[in-house]
């Protein structure tokens, strides 16, 4: 989460940037994380779950993302995203079953949102 006194800056800050481009900038940094946690080693056989969870569900981003398709309300509020929602068709570890990989991807995305003052977080669970 963000600290209370940095995100009207951010906010301030993030106000010209188009939602595609917050949206395709945190995409990146999730296939970049995914692409550099698994350099060199082996799908992690640990199942489960993660995605992100945007709160409040409201703002130019989650207008933009509710008008793509991408992502749905979150169990207890939000505006959830998979991290179904954030791989490309055919990459490598798009249909993963590992929670690692996704959690490394959607932390990364989440990371990646805060910089622009949106209140985001990574949510997992084990299968």
Known sequence: MLKEETKPILKFNAEGVNPADMFLDAKNACLKAVDDYMKDKQEPFYCGFANICIRPARGRLVKFLKGMGIGDNGYGGGWRISYYDLM??????????????????CTAFAHALEKYGIDCYMQSRAD
Request: proline share 6%; glycine share 16%.
């Open 88 to 105: 490309p068709k055919g990459h490598r570890y798009g249909h993963t079953q590992s929670m690692d990989i996704k959690e490394e991807g």
